[in-house]
Structures are given as structure tokens and as C-alpha cells.
């Protein structure tokens, strides 16, 4: 029997008929772009749903990430994770930084807050660190390196939408976070993301940044960058809110049978449960380890022969790419635990469409990889 394949994720969409009146409303008034109406709207209602005062939409969120560094006048040496996407440390190289990279905590799979403050010199201005599968880092400890050293802090919230932490908004830490609306993450407008700040002067100067560095029409006053979001995007967006948290509940519903099938599954752990946020289940992490029957790379591939296209977030680390080995603090000695898990990780499909059936399918051949009948 063939199945449709099964991708890590399937992004969300609104119902296509809900989105026409506004695609022809956009069509009639040609207000496509440039901090339009629905560009407007998006802001405020991301802000009251994020529960934060200062949201600026972006085109997506590496070009949000690369302003976000302009924005603080961010130079030197920046602190950064090794695990997670290359768009992170992309993002310093674009500032003509030097990304350092530290090692994470085995636990949370963020940084490691020790391991920051001994990666700190002379030259460090700022540390940027990723949520990453949405879980939230020790923005505490994070925030006390910050002030006893003077530097900023630039969180990259790319998969944390929609996580909701006890202890104080999580977008709230730092200087800065930043946000991805790019189709694989929880919330999407196709391409797109924000930054999240702290006043309103640093969000007018970011509006500046993301718009060539107009102030009028006449002034220009910074080498500011296109990284404008279009009304497309924007409505899409308006709608999507809509549907989030019927997606969120859909992403727990699987998150909970995946946990309680591999509980007792020998060689497999999945992410500790973090009792201080709800989380967004954007994804699913597990480790696969030394006694599990077959190795990881063994499963990944078995699954795809099943068509079920899990994927191996966050290998080879940020560290491990030729354009970033050279650097001193990508010495596989340096990042001890970030290699382990690199080697171990898979994300295994989730997504609110993923139906039970292939749920199933993905749950039998993770607990029974050699295929024998029990
Ligand atoms: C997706 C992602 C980005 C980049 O987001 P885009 O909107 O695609 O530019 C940056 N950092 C992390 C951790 C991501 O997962």
C-alpha cells in the first residue's frame, strides 16, 4: 500500500473562499505594500495576541534578524547558538560580526548560560540565542550576563509563537526578539516575520531600517533595507489568527499520543515537559540513542522508504558548515553536548492536518523499527 508522503510539516491555510474578499479588495484599491491597512491591522492584533506593545512586520525574519543588529548598533563578537538554524548566525555575518558559538544545556537544548559567560571577551556586544523548539531559555540568567557585562540581547523567537510562559512574556526578554512567519513555522503569512522591541523610538527606527530609511519623502537617513511585509501577507495573516488555536490544540492532541507511545519505547526520550510555559508543539524532537535497535540515521531512513519525511533539526550544527569551521569556537571540543544531540535528534512530522492514520503509522514503525511482529 502507497501513502501520500508525510513531511515534517504541512503549513496551514485559512479556507481560500474567506481570503477572496480581501485579495479583491486589495486588487480594487491597489494598496499592495507599504505599511498599508491590512499591514496595520496585523500589527496591532499580533501585538494584542503577543500581549507586547511594539510589533514591526517584516518580510521575513532573517531580514528582521540582520535589521535587528543594525538597529542596537550591534558589533564585535556576538554570543550565539550552535544549534539551530544558519539563519541565526547568517544573520551576524550579514553585520560583519564574528559569531562565537557556546555550547547548550543538555535538558532545554538552549544555550547554556555558563557557557555564555565564558565565551565573553573584550570584544562582545551582544548575545543572541534561539527558543529553540519554542522552549523558552533561562532568560533570567540570560538577562543577569547581559547586565553585569553591558551587552544586549537579541532573541531569535523563531519557533516560539504562541508559547506562553508563567513566569512573564517571553517576548518581553532582551532587547529584542524576533519572529518567523515562513510557511514550516506554527503561524504563517507565506513568507514573513516581525521584531518585537521595547519603545517606541527603537520601533520607529527599526520602520526606518525595514523601509530604506525613510522619514519622509524627502529624508532619507540611515541605509535602511527593504524588508517591508505586503498586504498579501498581512490578510493572510489576519486570518490565520483565526484558526491558531484550533491549530495549537490540534499540535498538543499529537504531541501527547507521541509522548505517551515512545514512553516506554527503550532508546527513545522526547523533550522534557516544561511545567513553566504551554507550549506551541511546533515540533517534535525526539533522541535516539546507542540502545535503541537501530540508529538514527537507521530510523530516518526507514521512514522515509515509508514515504514519512522526518527531519534531523538541528545536523550538521551551524558550526559544522564549512563557512563556519574555521572559526575558533566551532571546535567540536568547545560544543560537546550540541554534537551529542546533533547526532541523535530527529523531528518526527507534526502538524495540525496530519491525520491519526499516519500518526499511526509514524508511532508502529518508531516502536518497532526491525519491522517483527510482537
Ligand atoms: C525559520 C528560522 C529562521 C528564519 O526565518 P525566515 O522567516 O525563514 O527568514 C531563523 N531562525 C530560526 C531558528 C528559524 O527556525
Known amino acids: 500500500m502507497s501513502h501520500d508522503p508525510v513531511y515534517v ?21 491597489r494598496v499592495l505594500t507599504n505599511s498599508g491597512p491590512y499591514h496595520m491591522a496585523l500589527e496591532k492584533a499580533l501585538a494584542e495576541y503577543l500581549e507586547v506593545e511594539y510589533v514591526s512586520l517584516f518580510c521575513n525574519a532573517t531580514i528582521a534578524l540582520v535589521t535587528a543588529l ?37 535538558v532545554s537544548l538552549n544555550l547554556d ?102 522619514v519622509d519623502e524627502v529624508t532619507v537617513v540611515e541605509a535602511g533595507i527593504n524588508g517591508k511585509m505586503n498586504e498579501i501577507q498581512a490578510a493572510i495573516g489576519l486570518h490565520q489568527l483565526n484558526y491558531l488555536e484550533e491549530a495549537l490544540c490540534r499540535r498538543r492532541l499529537i504531541d501527547t499520543q507521541y509522548r505517551q507511545a515512545f514512553s516506554k519505547v527503550e532508546g527513545v526520550t522526547c523533550m522534557a515537559v516544561c511545567n513553566e510555559s504551554i507550549s506551541n508543539c511546533a515540533y517534535f524532537p525526539v533522541l535516539i540513542h546507542d540502545n535503541y535497535p537501530v540508529t ?6 526507514l521512514l522515509r522508504e515509508h514515504n514519512i519525511f522526518a527531519r534531523r533539526y538541528f545536523f550538521p550544527l551551524i558550526s559544522d558548515f564549512d563557512m563556519y569551521r574555521h572559526l575558533p569556537s566551532a571546535n567540536p571540543a568547545n560544543l560537546p553536548v550540541a554534537g551529542q544531540i546533533a547526532s541523535k535528534v530527529l523531528c518526527l512530522p507534526i502538524y495540525p492536518e496530519l491525520s491519526d492514520e499516519d500518526l499511526q503509522r509514524i508511532i508502529t514503525l518508531v516502536q518497532n523499527p526491525s519491522g517483527e511482529k510482537k
Open 113 to 214: 548560560p555558563d557557557a555564555i559567560e565564558r565565551a565573553i571577551t573584550e570584544r562582545t556586544t551582544a548575545i543572541m540565542p534561539v527558543h529553540c523548539y519554542g522552549v523558552p531559555c533561562d532568560t533570567d540568567a540570560i538577562q543577569k550576563i547581559a547586565d553585569k557585562y553591558k551587552l544586549h540581547v537579541i532573541y531569535d523567537a523563531a519557533h516560539a509563537f504562541g508559547v506562553k510562559r508563567a513566569s512573564g512574556n517571553l517576548f518581553a526578554a532582551g532587547d529584542i526578539s524576533v519572529l518567523s512567519f515562513h510557511a514550516t513555522k506554527v503561524f504563517n503569512t507565506l513568507e514573513g516575520g516581525a521584531i518585537i522591541c521595547r519603545t517606541p523610538e527603537m520601533k520607529r527606527h527599526i520602520d526606518h531600517l525595514k523601509n530604506f530609511g525613510f
Open 9 to 29: 510539516t504541512r503549513p496551514f491555510l485559512p479556507p481560500l473562499e474567506e481570503l477572496i474578499p480581501d485579495f479583491s479588495n486589495i486588487w480594487e484599491t
Open 70 to 106: 543594525q538597529a542596537l548598533n550591534v558589533k564585535g563578537e556576538v554570543i550565539t547558538t550552535p544549534y539551530s538554524f544558519v539563519a541565526t548566525s547568517h544573520s551576524l555575518l550579514w553585520n560583519n560580526i564574528q559569531p562565537v558559538f557556546a555550547d547548550i544545556d543538555p
Open 296 to 301: 538514527r540515521d537507521a530510523l530516518y531512513a
